[in-house]
């Protein structure tokens, strides 16, 4: 692995965080500027944001605050109490508290300690950033509260009757069911809205993929970035608040707000505007309208604003002259951009230029799209403000929008997926069963973020937790619990079709035409087209499975989620008459680059599986058995076409997918035929969901063969772990690099080790965040595991004491373990001791890199007595960075006469006096060092001698990088290479002040050298007039195959003449 800068450093712990005075800093100075008044509105303006952004380090903050006398030791010890439990939340909101009620000097404390803070908590530093931004009179842009202005006494009326109507319009929530009496429920909203995450940003605008596969992957991105606490969560009312703008704006405020489809736009925007109806939230508001770009499709000529309200609010009549008087008091609401047939260009320098593209007044007739630019634009009403929602896929374009507040909902986290079931179901048994089975099936779990499909859990799995249905299987795939959503509606609804079969196929073809056109929305038309009865719909179990929008207008209908109609265009392929080239139809699919039809595809391999097709076969007649004999050789096909193809990420994610079909077909028998030989399943790099470890679970699970799982930077954190955990142990190498595991991931990982028939030989584990209790849990299975040989720890934090733990169980004589990678771990020299004892008894360990830790030359002293122990069976010792100096090497020359023949001292500062004793040792007739790093090690021309004298050793790869040798240096060592007995074989001399005055010599040397095969010449300042002699050697040296000579300075010319030689003989390379 290569090195990385500071990765030994803690960025979020508050117990270690990084302080940072910063005495001339421009926070503090802005501090000694505001006066008590100013700070308390300050305070007051970002409380909200403080409280997030201080959850990290809220005992650091607090324990600042203590030692200058602000709080008091028992108020401190309040704080960490509750951080401690886990509720770093309500401690941070006890720390804003406290400091809100004990004053001014509190206040200008709490704002002095949060700078020393700032560093590793990322939303702090954001905050003081923007402090710093904003300049020395918070008055000038803090707006928290901001109040109404004074409504003129003639507008009292109609702002009543205005609220009165919205609070109507929105106070019901009308939710589909599978019911036969009641097709559509009706619920009070408050009663049945679960809240939402929000957050104050958006990830990336521009979606190339299926939009519910790319956000899905980003939901748990998000996760990732969560636990570093670096995203604010954003309540609706504060979506106008000035502290979270990102663009300044003096004539008003626009902001969008993202969310894929199902995540609940429409119905925060009706919880909103019932807010403001009821007087919750916007008082500075005087009205809001609130307009869905659905709606404003039905508008095919020009019109002005004035109409455009008076058509959806009559009453205002006359009066809304008055009402533009005042745009800071109104609000406009626009919901669904991705659902406007116009395209709104704001990259379009022509609608600020020519008047037919300009709409700067109320009354001014335009087209739609105008109204919508001008008014988000602050063109038309400066000063008001605008809400824009859209599905991601849409927010390009907003790109150059005036948009002042960016925001995502990012759906239900944690218990938000509880609160949502149990409103949904009155019968909190039912709810309480429902969840259980979600929360023990982590595919239905993951996908619980979206509220629809919850609301498609809600209406297939309520049916489940009746008496009657305990004979059958609960679904396990999402194919499963759709078809089961499509046979509850059709037994309650069956009877009222004739032919329910021919339906679902004309139904299903035009489904399959909107998944192709990406179109979601069918008009009339549509249905004529595909000779579908409007009144089926209105009347008949359809209602169910098609929404009718409440359009005054025109009639259109939509899926109640794009993914009901991905299923129904899947389920029409198997209910085709007669046989038709489906395998062409999913090849042409399949080939779609943007990932349009990848739900389609998953669900087409599922409904071939007869637990899928049989609840539906009892009402829609059986399947064409050909059909379905086509789709499993389809995927078939797939599977083993894409198996082994994974060197890009598109070669990565490709078999992905087609293992999502295995899983959704559930078929036993072709999983084992096209996976149960593989060996190997790498996707490094390759963000997996914990849905994707679900299904890489399924198939680890029927492959026997197994050997090696690549899982390096999949991000697959605990929750994906969790996934795997009852398979890992079939593996012989499992790389699981990068993954945010954390310690709770490695007592899942311990469980697997523990496993009597574990296969794990080779477990990597760097950069995990692991800490001491990993190395408990480790230390635990290791005791008991006789398999595992290679164990890679690198960067991670396991301290002291995590280490201690570990020698501990290397001191059993039944430890297997050959290989450990301990590199950048929070060592010091209070584990050597451990570490001696370790090494001197352990019976198998051959490998030990401790590289980049500060053991020192003390650390090393004490290690040096296991070493040199006879029973010591230590190879290859890595102490690459370890703080050590010529002291220790007298202590180093010490183990040379043992099993050593490795060892790694780079980054080191031995000097060439430390290298004058290792050379001592290493002229020993006993001394069996083969390979030896001393690269940056403070070297010059002064132990150039000693450094020859040991080149008819055993010595065969010696790296000198990075150090000063100089040309006199070169030319001593270039002596030693001309002895018949040089074992030289790999020379690395990279940026050595190198120039053209030793080339003679090199070349010299190695023209009768009969071992060496590499040499490394790098970055030093050879020229063209050393390209002779280069060439020379290159020509000489017959037993060469690669010479670097990359960052010298030769010309074009010169380095052509080099390159000429490549492949001069077989196998040889002339890097430039």
């Avoid at 700070?39 to 607090?62: N, P």
């Avoid at 205002?316 to 709104?344: A, Q």
């Avoid at 991670?796 to 995590?802: A, D, Q, R, T």
């Avoid at 004298?949 to 070169?970: E, P």
């Amino acid at each position: 692995m290569a090195e990385r800068s500071n990765m030994g450093e803690d960025p979020t712990s508050s117990r270690r965080m990084r302080m940072n005075p910063a005495p001339n800093s421009t926070v503090t100075e802005l501090l000694t500027k505001y006066d008590d008044y100013q700070l308390f509105q300050l305070t007051k303006f970002y409380r909200d944001r403080l409280q997030q952004a201080i959850e990290e380090g809220v005992d650091g903050v607090s324990s600042l605050l203590t030692n200058e006398w602000i709080f008091s030791r028992q108020e401190h010890r309040k704080i960490t109490e509750l951080m401690e439990k886990g509720n770093r939340m309500d401690s941070s909101k006890l720390l804003l508290s406290l400091v809100m009620e004990k004053g001014s000097q509190a206040r200008r404390v709490m704002w002095e300690s949060l700078e020393k803070m700032r560093h590793g908590l990322p939303k702090l530093d954001k905050i003081l950033k923007e402090t710093q931004e904003r300049g020395p009179d918070p008055s000038v842009y803090i707006n928290v509260n901001r109040e109404a202005s004074e409504l003129p006494s003639h507008l009292e009326g109609v702002q009543q009757k205005h609220t009165e109507t919205l609070r109507l319009q929105t106070e019901t929530l009308r939710v589909n069911t599978i019911l036969i009496k009641q097709k559509v429920k009706i619920f009070q909203l408050i009663d049945r809205y679960a809240e939402l995450t929000i957050i104050s940003n958006v990830r990336d605008r521009t979606l190339v993929e299926h939009e519910l596969l790319a956000r899905g992957r980003d939901h748990e991105e998000w996760r990732k970035k969560h636990l570093r606490r670096e995203l604010e969560k954003i309540r609706t009312d504060q979506l106008f608040w000035s502290s979270f703008s990102q663009r300044k704006s003096e004539s008003g405020n626009s902001a969008a707000v993202s969310g894929v489809p199902g995540i609940g736009k429409t119905t925060m925007v009706q919880k909103m505007v019932y807010d403001w109806a009821t007087g919750k939230i916007f008082p500075h508001f005087q009205f809001v309208f609130s307009f869905k770009f659905r709606d404003l499709n039905n508008f095919n000529s020009r019109i002005n604003l004035r109409n455009l309200i008076l058509d959806q609010y009559p009453y205002f009549g006359n009066v809304l002259g008055e009402v533009w008087k005042n745009p800071e008091g109104l609000l406009f609401i626009f919901d669904g951009l991705d659902e406007f047939k116009d395209r709104i260009d704001f990259a379009d320098n022509r609608r600020n230029t020519e008047p037919q593209f300009m709409c700067t007044d109320p009354e001014c007739w335009c087209e739609v799209s105008d109204i919508v630019y001008s008014l988000i634009q602050h063109k038309l009403l400066p000063g008001c403000s605008v809400l824009v929602t859209s599905r991601p896929t849409a927010l390009h374009l907003l790109e150059k929008a005036e948009i002042s507040v960016w925001a995502e909902i990012l759906g239900f986290v944690g218990d938000e997926r509880k609160e949502y079931f149990n409103k949904f179901f009155e019968d909190q048994a039912v709810a309480a069963a429902v969840f259980k089975h979600v929360e023990e099936n982590e595919i239905l779990y993951t996908m619980c973020y979206n509220p629809s499909y919850c609301w498609i859990l809600g209406l297939a799995l309520g049916p489940f937790t009746q008496r009657d249905r305990k004979q059958q299987q609960v679904p396990k795939t999402i194919t499963q619990l759709y078809s089961y959503y499509i046979y509850n509606i059709l037994k309650n609804h069956g009877r009222e079709i004739e032919s329910p079969r021919d339906v679902f196929l004309k139904l299903g073809e035009m489904a399959f035409t909107g998944v192709s056109e990406k179109k979601i929305v069918f008009r009339n038309g549509d249905l004529i087209k595909y000779n579908l009865q409007p009144s089926l719909f209105l009347s008949g179990f359809l209602m169910e499975l098609l929404e009718k929008d409440d359009s005054v207008q025109s009639v259109v209908y939509t899926f109640p989620h794009l993914t009901i109609q991905e299923f129904v265009a899947a389920l029409a392929q198997f209910l085709t008459p007669g046989p038709k080239d489906i395998q062409k139809l999913l090849s042409e699919a399949y080939s779609e680059k943007d990932g349009r039809f990848e739900i389609f595809l998953r669900f087409v391999a599922g409904l071939s599986s007869p637990q899928s097709a049989r609840p539906l076969e009892e009402f829609l007649s059986p399947f064409l058995h050909q059909t379905t004999c086509r789709v499993i050789d389809w995927v078939k096909e797939k599977v083993e076409g894409q198996i082994g193809n994974t060197a890009t990420e598109i070669g990565k994610r490709n078999p992905l997918n087609t293992f999502h079909y295995l899983f959704e077909s559930q078929n036993k028998a072709l999983a084992q035929a096209t996976v149960g030989s593989v060996e190997t399943l790498a996707f490094s790099g390759l963000r997996l969901t914990p849905i994707d470890c679900a299904v890489l679970s399924h198939v680890l699970g029927l492959c026997d063969t197994i050997k090696h799982l690549d899982l390096y930077e999949c991000y697959i954190q605990c929750e994906g772990l969790q996934r795997l955990e009852y398979v890992l142990y079939k593996c012989q190498k499992l790389r699981l690099t990068e993954n945010n595991l954390g310690d709770s991931g490695v007592k899942l990982l311990s469980a697997a080790l523990r496993n009597p028939g574990c296969k794990i030989q080779e477990l990597d584990l760097c950069y995990n965040d692991l800490r001491g209790s990993a190395a408990k849990d480790l230390a635990s299975a290791l005791s008991t595991n006789r398999s595992l040989t290679d164990l890679n720890l690198d960067y991670n934090k396991l301290g002291v004491s995590g280490v201690n733990l570990l020698s501990e169980v290397l001191r059993d004589p039944d430890c297997k373990i050959q290989k450990l990678c301990l590199r950048n771990n929070n060592l010091t020299d209070s584990c050597a001791e451990d570490l001696s004892s370790a090494v001197s008894t352990n019976q198998s360990l051959t490998d030990l890199d401790l590289g980049r830790n500060r053991l020192g030359d003390s650390g090393v002293k004490l290690l040096s007595v296991g070493l040199r122990n006879l029973d010591c069976k230590i190879q290859r010792l890595g102490l690459w960075g370890t703080d050590l100096t010529d002291s220790c090497a007298e202590d180093l020359a010490t183990v040379f006469n043992r099993s050593l023949t490795d060892l790694d001292l780079g980054y080191n500062n031995l000097g060439d006096s430390g290298v004058k004793r290792l050379s001592v040792a290493l002229r020993r007739p006993d001394c069996k060092i083969q390979k030896l790093n001393l690269w940056d090690t403070k070297l010059t021309d002064s132990c150039a001698e000693d450094l020859a004298s040991v080149f008819n050793r055993s010595l065969t790869d010696l790296n000198l990088g990075y150090n000063k040798l100089g040309d006199s240096g070169v030319k001593r060592l270039s002596v030693a290479l001309r002895g018949s007995d040089c074992k030289m074989q790999k020379l690395h001399l990279w940026d050595n002040r190198l120039t053209d005055s030793c080339a003679e010599d090199l070349a010299s040397a190695l023209s009768t050298n009969q071992s060496l095969t590499d040499l490394d010449l790098g970055f030093n300042s050879f020229s063209d007039q050393s390209v002779p002699a280069l060439r020379r050697l290159i020509l000489t040296c017959r037993t060469l195959n690669l010479i670097k000579l990359r960052g010298n300075q030769f010309s074009r010319n010169g380095e052509n003449q080099l390159e000429s030689l490549q492949g001069y003989r077989p196998g040889l390379s002339v890097e430039m």
